[in-house]
């Protein structure tokens, strides 16, 4: 059983950035593919970035290209969001989620394990 404890949401002004944090506990995060997620209000639940164990290999939503950073390390068992430019349609509920599949990281679609979300509100 892996735990996934998120945090680095909060409220920032179109524009600027925030840095999510998702810590592993109880297992160790190398035997991972790792996501984040985020969910508006109304909104179905939209994968944003994806990472594989090594962190070599990396997938990205089209609505957030260029503008944010999947990263991981696994001698801290945590993985990064690095969120910059942010715009108002970036607020969400935003989840890390970890995968026991042998697939490629974008074609990685079942998560085994998800952490409880932290809010990122971005005012115009």
């Known amino acids: 059983q892996v735990q996934l404890v998120e945090s680095g949401g909060g409220l920032v002004q179109a524009g600027g950035s925030l840095r999510l944090s998702c810590a592993a506990r109880?297992?160790?995060?190398?035997?991972?593919?790792m996501g984040w997620f985020r969910q508006a209000p109304g909104k179905e639940r939209e994968r944003v970035a994806a990472t594989s164990r090594s962190g070599t290999s990396t997938y990205y939503a089209d609505s957030v290209k260029g503008r944010f950073t999947i990263s991981r390390d696994n001698a801290k068992n945590t993985v990064y969001l690095q969120m910059n430019g942010l715009k108002p349609e970036d607020t969400a509920v935003y989840y890390c989620?970890?995968?026991?599949?042998?697939?490629?990281?974008?074609?990685?679609?079942?998560?085994?394990?998800w952490g409880q979300g932290t809010q990122v509100t971005v005012s115009s």
């Open positions: 989620a970890a995968s026991q599949s042998l697939s490629t990281v974008v074609f990685v679609t079942r998560y085994d394990y």
């Open positions: 109880g297992r160790t995060l190398s035997n991972y593919v």
